[in-house]
């Protein structure tokens, strides 16, 4: 099983919608993750437990996780390339 954290900066707003349009697609896909949310500042420091990191916000760089960028989920646009992105990041 894959761990999936989705953050962004208060881990409360959106956070919250693309745990529900990520969460939503993998099923569809057949894709078995964990799915977390949680804040960007959960990055900082050690002990993050994630296969990807789904994020809203700017990551910091010294995360070393793989990073897919998420703000089309809350836009709309190009969310069916993010959520491609998404999958093929945990294939």
């Given at each position: 099983m894959k761990k999936v954290l989705v953050v962004c900066g208060t881990g409360v707003a959106t956070s919250t919608v693309v745990v529900s349009k990520v969460r939503d697609f993998l099923e569809a896909?057949?894709?078995?993750?964990q799915i977390q949310q949680?804040?960007?500042m959960d990055l900082v420091g050690s002990g993050v437990?994630?296969?990807l990191i789904v994020s809203t916000?700017?990551?910091p760089d010294s995360v070393t996780i793989p990073v897919v960028r998420a703000l089309s989920l809350i836009t709309g646009m190009?969310?069916?390339a993010t959520l491609r992105?998404?999958?093929?990041?945990?294939?």
């Amino acid at each position: 099983m894959k761990k999936v954290l989705v953050v962004c900066g208060t881990g409360v707003a959106t956070s919250t919608v693309v745990v529900s349009k990520v969460r939503d697609f993998l099923e569809a896909e057949g894709i078995d993750a964990q799915i977390q949310q949680g804040k960007v500042m959960d990055l900082v420091g050690s002990g993050v437990d994630a296969d990807l990191i789904v994020s809203t916000t700017d990551v910091p760089d010294s995360v070393t996780i793989p990073v897919v960028r998420a703000l089309s989920l809350i836009t709309g646009m190009g969310q069916e390339a993010t959520l491609r992105e998404i999958a093929d990041a945990l294939s």
